[in-house]
């Protein structure tokens, strides 16, 4: 039947695919994809305004605004000029037919509503999204060892606290999808990109997914060994000093550095020994009995 077909006859059509592809009663696989296409055809068609919008080309299969602005772009409808599908609307049969003949079949559905995952025929076109957005963000330095959010103000005035991943990489990309310009055309809103910046820290410093802290020690610690506070994330902690630290290595905490998933990394703690300020007649005669009573080269190989 012809586009100016009457609603009893798009009825009549419409119950007699539903019938064949109703989930309940079809063995294809894909009855239920293409009952649920059927009704929605069937739900424009018989909409009077609709089925009329749609003819002018003024609407797509799915009831959207098609978008319309740029003469040139595409295939003259009949409503006039177009963004381009490329083609006006085809005339399609609902016939008598069962699916295998000369009727309307689900196939003729999928052709006609392109836009709704049809196979048949070029896709309709969408209206331009908005545009983009692009913003950096620094990242406090322990908003991004531990994970958080972190407020970002965009050029147009409009604020969005932003999911900062623990440990994510200097540089990289936070997108954040419909969040940009509204479109003018009516299609989807663009994205904003955040470009993620790290801040330093008077303390702490990343290596990898560890962390590394230095902290200052006396000379009569370092050998006696002490018991220190030490910094981290989320807070301090006490740590035990060994005697003869030298200062060489790091004293490890498992666990409190970059909290990245799916293992976080650890707190690396590396004691600075640092001579008491001012001359210390004491510690210059202990130094002297030593280099005289026993003495020791570290630089010996």
Known sequence: MPRGASEAEIKKAFRKLAKTHHPD????????????????????????????QFD????????????????????????????????????????????????????DIFDLFGGMGGRGGPRQQQAPAGQDLAADVTVPFVDWAMGGKVRVNLLHGKELDVAIPAGIEEGKTIRLKGQGAASPYGGPAGDVLITVRIASHPQFRAEGKNIRVEIPVTFYEAVLGAKIRVPTLDGTVELTLPPKTTGKGALRLKG????????PGDLLVSPRIVMPEGPDAELENLAKRMKDGAPYDPRKG
């Open 256 to 263: 409190k550095g970059v909290q990245a998933k799916p293992v």
């Open 56 to 107: 002018r080309g003024e609407i797509d299969a799915e009831g959207k605004p098609r978008f319309r602005g740029f003469e040139g772009f595409g295939g003259q409808g009949q409503g006039g000029p177009g963004f381009g599908t490329g083609r006006s609307h085809k005339t399609f049969t609902w016939g008598a037919g069962d699916g295998a003949g000369g009727g309307f079949s689900a196939e």
């Open 25 to 52: 009663k079809s063995k294809d696989p894909k009855a239920k994809e293409k009952f649920a296409e059927i009704s929605s055809a069937y739900d424009l068609l018989s909409d009077a305004q609709k089925r009329g």
